[in-house]
């Protein structure tokens, strides 16, 4: 009947812990707290981590209380510039009302505003009032050089002039002859932005489902993607899109056409559908078709005014993809969502494991790059030290193990393999330097008018600059949190035999890559994988088995593996039945199934023993 009227449903407006959040509608309790938890950490710069189980509007909650301390963060940053300009504005007026010479009497305007005007001195000998010294330019970029006062009211018997803007006839001596210090200059504060990142992009349309319900649908966002999910142009059989895109990008700015997608990106990132609306991949990719125009860098161009960010976990944990996307989260806001998952990928990041055959073309091509550009010639030495004692460590004299058939591996410590690089002359600093050395080449082939250095075809900068990066962190002091993984056999390829050898730095310590992100104002752990249930209609009923009056049995494989702890599950179980005193009451098997396979099988195996049983019946839940 509203509805029919012609009423707008009134969204729930609260305040959480002095910040408004408009919700879509009454928040749960455990919503509530969420949202006061987000809050405090925002306004308090600290980091969280916060559990909810699924289903009870985590990521709702997430979104308005996140949205709504930023909304607000921004606007008092606005109103504090806006008002120091101001002020800086008046005072500058003051000082030059105050230095201007007296021609005769003048009368103050009336008012309670007024100011008063310096009164001429009686004797030809006293000194007149300076003017104030440029002060620069104004904080808008326009100069203020109508403010200037002429030379000719400088008195030759003060050289310097005086730097205070009080009024000649109540300034004091001593304020007229101490120099002040120079007024800095009133910079625009950078409005904060959330990042928010998830495992897939899977994740990120379900976000974007739940923002379009929130009433902040209308904040300016974007989606930072690979060019294979968001690069239009057509492209043959086997090519590298990365690649491709790179030779494009340098052949325009040499001078060249490249991707005529590339000219249009602005025009599509200025749409007003995707600065004043929701919208997803498919919709940024959708309209690029229509316009001709490459959606990748339009969602970059969006990123320089977006209030929030959605991104995969690595794009904030690899340093590469922060330098080439310009990503930076210093005093900004970072979620991670479904943060079960990120000690996985802080760890994938951190790692690298390298082909002999892919680290001996990459030495060639930097060896023949290094005749022409000086900046290659340090990063082709360390890569043929490295490929050098690659080749000792798992050559055919080498200490390798035989762990399979025809399969031969040797495990190092991080301080070995450190000591291993230091015979290489592969230091921390060294590590450094080839990071410039990198930037540098990558510069020289991207400046016009230096394109006698051309990009060698085969080329993989991306791997070089991982192999850079874990360097860096492996020579930074972080050695003892590394293994290092040396690897040869034989590799069947339909009916041939291709023999490998691998080399691996694997990284066992998360916190390395996500050091990198501590720059952040805050960041906000959230998950749902092993939380306690916050309200009993949003219980997992899969991860708890009640037995009994009262008493609940909880297993998990948190401290062991997968077969044991179901192996411990299903015996509690299956003793429980024989108890005639005491109910069983199971979840259905399909929640059990999702939950975990071991579970699973441990509920058959007390169905088992139940139906074995008939006085003591399986009671089963309803979903």
């Not at 086997?238 to 030779?247: A, I, V």
């Not at 008018?449 to 850079?468: K, M, N």
């Not at 997992?540 to 062991?560: K, N, T």
Request: hydrophobic share 40%; aromatic share 6%.
């Amino acid at each position: 009947a509203a509805a029919a009227a012609g009423t707008v449903a009134v969204q729930p407006r609260m305040n959480v812990e002095g910040v408004p959040v408009i919700f879509p509608f009454k928040p749960y309790r455990s919503q509530l707290l969420l949202m006061q938890r987000v809050v405090k950490a925002c306004k308090q710069s600290q980091h969280a981590l916060l559990e909810s189980p699924t289903g009870t509007g985590k990521t709702l909650a997430l979104l308005c209380s996140s949205l709504a301390w930023q909304k607000v963060q921004n606007e008092q940053q606005a109103a504090e510039y806006s008002a120091a300009v101001m002020r800086e504005a008046e005072e500058q007026a003051l000082a030059l009302v105050g230095q201007l010479p007296s021609q005769g009497p003048q009368t103050p305007p009336a008012g309670p505003s007024s100011l008063p005007l310096p009164t001429p001195e009686p004797t030809p000998a006293a000194p007149v009032a300076e003017p104030l010294p440029p002060a620069g330019e104004d904080p808008r970029g326009e100069d203020i050089d109508e403010f200037k006062s002429p030379p000719r009211y400088r008195t030759p018997a003060r050289p310097d002039p005086p730097p205070t803007h009080v009024p000649a006839a109540s300034a004091s001596p001593d304020s007229q002859d101490t120099p002040a210090p120079k007024r800095p200059r009133l910079v625009a504060p950078k409005p904060f932005q959330i990042f928010y990142a998830t495992r897939t992009h899977k994740q990120i349309a379900q976000v974007i489902s739940e923002l379009r319900r929130t009433p902040y649908n209308r904040t300016q966002m974007t989606i930072l993607s690979s060019r294979e999910h968001t690069c239009i142009r057509s492209f043959e059989p086997g090519e590298n899109k990365n690649e491709e895109c790179q030779r494009l990008l340098e052949e325009i700015k040499g001078g060249g056409h490249g991707c005529a997608m590339y000219h249009q990106f602005q025009n599509l990132a200025q749409h007003v559908q995707f600065n004043q609306n929701t919208w997803d991949i498919e919709d940024l990719v959708l309209a690029g078709r229509k316009a001709r125009a490459c959606p990748y860098f339009a969602a970059r161009e969006l990123m320089l005014g977006a209030n929030i960010v959605f991104c995969p976990y690595n794009y904030l944990l690899d340093p590469a993809i922060r330098q080439q996307l310009n990503i930076d989260v210093k005093n900004n806001i970072i979620i991670l969502d479904e943060a079960h998952n990120i000690e996985d990928i802080a760890r994938e990041v951190a790692s690298v494991t390298l082909t002999f055959d892919k680290l001996q073309q990459l030495q060639q091509i930097l060896s023949q790059l290094a005749q022409v550009a000086h900046n290659a010639q340090r990063l082709s030495a360390a890569i043929r030290s490295l490929l050098n004692w690659f080749d000792r460590a798992t050559g055919a004299a080498s200490h390798l193990k035989q762990v399979d058939y025809e399969t031969f591996s040797q495990t190092l410590t991080g301080t070995e393999g450190a000591k291993a690089l230091l015979g290489c002359g592969l230091t921390g600093p060294s590590a450094a330097m080839l990071a410039q050395d990198l930037a540098a080449l990558l510069q020289d082939f991207t400046t016009p008018g230096r394109r006698q250095i051309e990009r060698p075809a085969g080329l993989d900068v991306g791997l070089l600059e991982r192999i850079i990066m874990v360097l860096r962190f492996f020579l930074s002091g972080a050695h003892e949190d590394y293994i290092i993984l040396l690897k040869r056999g034989v590799e069947r390829m339909g009916l041939g035999r291709i023999p490998y050898r691998s080399l691996t730095f694997a990284c066992l310590n998360s916190a390395i890559a996500i050091n990198d992100i501590k720059t952040a104002r805050s960041i906000i752990l959230t998950s749902g994988a092993g939380a306690g249930a916050a309200d009993p209609r949003h219980a997992r009923a899969a991860a708890v088995v009640c037995i009994g009056a009262g008493r609940r049995l909880c297993a998990h494989s948190r401290g062991g593996p997968h077969h044991q702890a179901g192996a411990a599950l299903g015996c509690r179980m299956g003793d429980s039945t024989q108890r005639p005193q005491h109910r069983v009451q199971l979840p259905e098997p399909e929640r059990l199934r999702s939950a975990g396979r071991h579970r699973h099988c441990a509920a058959a195996h007390l169905r088992h023993r139940a139906l074995r049983r008939p006085g003591l019946p399986a009671v089963v839940l309803p979903a």
